[in-house]
């Protein structure tokens, strides 16, 4: 797929801008205290703006949880880090808003049921690119992770999915994603471009309009992908050796979508 613009979210303390950004060609935006980094293609609000940041997301945890009551995306001796149905006091996700140049969204856990983000991305390249935002989830390499999430809206060049595998600049990742018009897809990003591992491709079992859980279970250089419980086209010889996982969300340029996310479940 061809991701345009990606603006990586930053932690308050690291933010950072890259003006290079425009220099290869407008490729990316990202989250809260953002950065503008070259050659991305997924989506993300915005560049270098500043966002209300109320609480961070959880990427430690000091130690696992001893009950899930959710199905467990790995197998059942790996130790549950994260189960989250947004309905208790502890959210991976934080309260947060962004308006920039790119996009403009705001998240929220909505009733103690779900994790919304409301996102609109704005034209900014004559309509031709996208943008990438970025949720932390944790630090891990190998791992087994589940999350169901719904994408409301009239447009098809909307997605959302799990990276994972990223440096901690977010210079680096995997991203496994599915498309407002059932397909899926899975994409490297390093080097400041995007080079395509599954290329995008149908699949019945995408429910449009509807709730889709997705998987990745990463073991070493082995991927395995789960859509609905249902496996599609895995991936082996993986190389890259980051720590982050985050949920990623995108939409093209003009396109508005809401996001609803629940049933978190991380095993490490």
């Given at each position: 797929?061809?991701?345009?613009?990606?603006?990586m979210?930053?932690?308050?303390?690291?933010?950072?801008?890259?003006?290079?950004a425009?220099?290869?060609?407008?490729?990316?935006?990202?989250?809260?205290?953002?950065?503008?980094?070259?050659?991305i293609?997924?989506?993300?609000?915005?560049?270098?703006?500043?966002?209300?940041?109320?609480?961070?997301?959880?990427?430690?945890?000091?130690?696992?949880?001893?009950?899930?009551?959710l199905?467990?995306?790995?197998?059942?001796?790996?130790?549950v880090?994260?189960?989250?149905?947004f309905?208790?006091?502890?959210?991976?996700?934080?309260?947060?808003?962004?308006?920039?140049?790119?996009?403009?969204?705001?998240?929220?856990?909505?009733?103690?049921?779900?994790?919304?983000?409301?996102?609109?991305?704005?034209?900014?390249?004559?309509?031709?690119?996208?943008?990438?935002t970025?949720f932390?989830?944790a630090k891990?390499?190998?791992?087994?992770?589940?999350?169901s999430?719904?994408?409301?809206?009239?447009y098809?060049?909307?997605?959302w999915?799990?990276?994972f595998?990223?440096?901690?600049?977010k210079?680096?990742?995997?991203?496994?994603?599915?498309?407002?018009?059932?397909?899926?897809a899975?994409?490297?990003?390093e080097?400041?471009?995007?080079?395509?591992?599954?290329?995008?491709r149908?699949y019945?079992?995408?429910?449009?309009?509807?709730?889709?859980?997705?998987?990745?279970?990463?073991?070493?250089?082995?991927?395995?992908?789960?859509?609905?419980?249902?496996?599609?086209?895995?991936?082996?010889?993986?190389?890259?050796?980051?720590?982050?996982?985050f949920?990623?969300?995108?939409?093209?340029?003009?396109?508005?979508?809401?996001?609803?996310?629940?049933?978190?479940?991380?095993?490490?």
């Amino acid at each position: 797929m061809d991701y345009n613009f990606y603006t990586m979210k930053k932690h308050l303390r690291k933010l950072l801008y890259f003006a290079f950004a425009l220099a290869f060609g407008l490729s990316a935006c990202g989250q809260a205290d953002q950065q503008v980094v070259a050659t991305i293609e997924p989506t993300s609000p915005a560049s270098a703006t500043q966002a209300q940041a109320a609480d961070e997301p959880t990427t430690e945890a000091p130690v696992s949880i001893p009950e899930c009551e959710l199905p467990l995306p790995g197998p059942e001796d790996w130790p549950v880090y994260i189960c989250d149905t947004f309905d208790g006091t502890r959210h991976t996700f934080p309260t947060e808003s962004q308006d920039n140049p790119y996009a403009r969204y705001n998240a929220q856990v909505i009733d103690g049921q779900y994790y919304e983000v409301d996102y609109a991305a704005k034209g900014f390249a004559q309509f031709q690119r996208s943008t990438l935002t970025w949720f932390d989830i944790a630090k891990a390499q190998d791992f087994a992770l589940s999350v169901s999430g719904t994408m409301d809206s009239e447009y098809k060049d909307v997605s959302w999915g799990i990276a994972f595998r990223g440096s901690e600049d977010k210079k680096s990742f995997f991203l496994f994603s599915i498309m407002n018009d059932g397909t899926y897809a899975f994409e490297i990003f390093e080097n400041n471009g995007w080079l395509s591992l599954i290329s995008k491709r149908g699949y019945n079992g995408i429910l449009l309009g509807g709730e889709n859980t997705l998987t990745v279970i990463a073991e070493g250089k082995d991927f395995r992908f789960l859509i609905n419980g249902r496996p599609v086209e895995g991936f082996n010889g993986g190389l890259l050796e980051g720590m982050e996982v985050f949920l990623v969300v995108s939409a093209k340029e003009g396109a508005n979508v809401v996001y609803s996310f629940d049933d978190l479940v991380l095993q490490i």
